[in-house]
């Protein structure tokens, strides 16, 4: 089963979680519906998806994560700007 890392936003530039799942859809349809209200996501209102990788094992996927959550808030910008450059919302995009 694939493993996703991904990063939502409140608004380009704005707040930044990254995450990782195996459920993809289910999960940021969770942060959408702010399904958990007192979490990170939930009370910076963080609703728009806009960068995901995919991997072939959790363990991979969460070695990513932790290492990006390290990166610098500018290193997160232009990741997610190298293929979301307007920062538009993915979500209605999810084909796993």
Do not use: C
Not at 2 to 25: A, C, D, F, M, Q
Not at 54 to 73: C, D, F, S
Not at 77 to 84: A, C, K, R, Y
């Amino acid at each position: 089963m694939k493993h996703y890392v991904y990063i939502i936003s409140n608004k380009p530039n704005g707040v930044l979680y990254i995450g990782e799942t195996k459920r993809l859809k289910k999960r940021i349809n969770q942060h959408k519906n702010k399904a958990h209200s007192t979490t990170f996501s939930a009370r910076y209102n963080l609703d728009k998806f806009v960068y995901f990788e995919e991997y072939n094992t959790e363990a991979e996927a969460k070695l990513i994560e932790k290492q990006m959550k390290k990166w610098n808030r500018a290193w997160k910008v232009e990741l997610i700007e190298s293929s979301n450059p307007k920062w538009k919302d993915l979500y209605r995009e999810i084909k796993v």
